[in-house]
Nanobody
Framework: QGQLVESVGGSVQAGGSLRLSCAAS?????MAWFRQAPGKEREGVAS??????STYYADSVKGRFTISRALNTVYLQMNSLKPEDTAIYYC????????????????????WGQGKQVTVSS
């Protein structure tokens, strides 16, 4: 079973930037970032599919966050951060299984990182 190793999170003021990274130990078809704030469900933030190099974003982060991938590492560049972006951010990976899937559904992914806290202060 492969592993996902995330970089440290961080704390910034509103309007600042952070970059998260996640390294996979084996090949993955799809990689994504999710986040979970206290008292809320885990939500999909962004996803990257290897074969098509397609990217997907939650409406709340479009234009501010960018997901990218280099070999088996996926990055999440977060700009213009807002206090509501405060959450634990998780990296997720999916093996190739054929067919289609909903990128923002946690159950679609096979592996998860340990989660890193991102805090944005106002």
């Amino acid at each position: 079973q492969g592993q996902l190793v995330e970089s440290v999170g961080g704390s910034v003021q509103a309007g600042g930037s952070l970059r998260l990274s996640c390294a996979a130990s084996g090949y993955t078809y799809g990689m994504a970032w999710f986040r979970q704030a206290p008292g809320k469900e885990r939500e999909g933030v962004a996803s990257f599919l290897s074969t098509s190099e397609s990217t997907y974003y939650a409406d709340s982060v479009k234009g501010r966050f960018t997901i990218s991938r280099a070999l088996n590492t996926v990055y999440l560049q977060m700009n213009s951060l807002k206090p509501e972006d405060t959450a634990i951010y998780y990296c997720a990976a999916r093996k190739y299984k054929g067919g289609s899937f909903q990128w923002s559904t946690p159950e679609a992914y096979d592996q998860w990182g340990q989660g890193k806290q991102v805090t944005v202060s106002s």
